[in-house]
């Protein structure tokens, strides 16, 4: 849709560089992945990151969509924790067995982006944005954890059924 398409080319228009946690740059922050992101997740996104940067000012986009070989380049030296690189899972009766997760890049909902000059505080005010702003649908799930990780928002509608309540007392 002509809304997508915009939101991408916003998108692509802001700045985009290595976030630098990794040992080398992955290049996961080209027009290809940006590309490649869900178009529900870009259009959300694009419409988020464009009030934010209206509001306070600059983002760099750091990774976007990432494929196995660019999620596991992007594992290599990654200081936190980080979905694709191999791990030990205990298994019943002491039974161990090597996995790797997915991560939500290789799923294309989710990017990584970094307000400003990273600082704390620039994190906190991106969150705390997006906290207060749902309709955008973006949330960032890690907190500190994973700072600049954005994801679509979970909507959790609570309905009650008015037989459930039962007939009310004399």
């Known amino acids: ?3 997508t398409q ?3 080319d916003f998108l692509k228009g802001l700045p985009r560089e290595w976030s630098g946690t990794s040992d ?7 027009d290809k992945n940006i590309d490649n992101l869900s178009r ?3 259009t959300s996104a ?10 306070h000012g600059a983002v760099t986009i750091t990774s976007a969509y990432r494929s196995a070989q660019e999620q596991e380049c992007v594992c290599v030296g990654e200081k936190g924790p980080c979905a694709g690189r191999p791990h030990v899972k205990k298994m019943k009766k002491g039974k161990r067995i090597v996995v790797r997760s997915i991560s939500h890049h290789q799923l294309g909902i989710a990017l990584d982006v970094r307000p400003g000059t990273g600082s704390e505080y ?4 991106l969150q705390e944005f997006a906290q207060f702003n749902p309709q955008f649908g973006v949330r960032f799930p890690f907190g500190k ?3 600049p990780h954005m ?5 959790k509608t609570f309905t009650t059924r008015p037989a459930a309540l039962g007939a009310p007392r004399a």
Do not use: M, N, W
Request: hydrophobic share 45%; charged share 25%; aromatic share 16%.
């Open 122 to 125: 620039e994190f906190i005010c």
């Open 1 to 3: 849709s002509a809304e």
């Open 151 to 155: 994801e679509p928002a979970v909507l």
């Open 24 to 30: 080398h740059d992955c290049k996961t922050y080209e």
């Open 145 to 147: 954890r994973d700072y």
């Open 40 to 42: 529900s997740f870009a």
């Open 6 to 8: 915009q939101a991408v």
């Open 46 to 55: 694009g419409e988020f990151l464009k009030a934010f940067v209206a509001v």
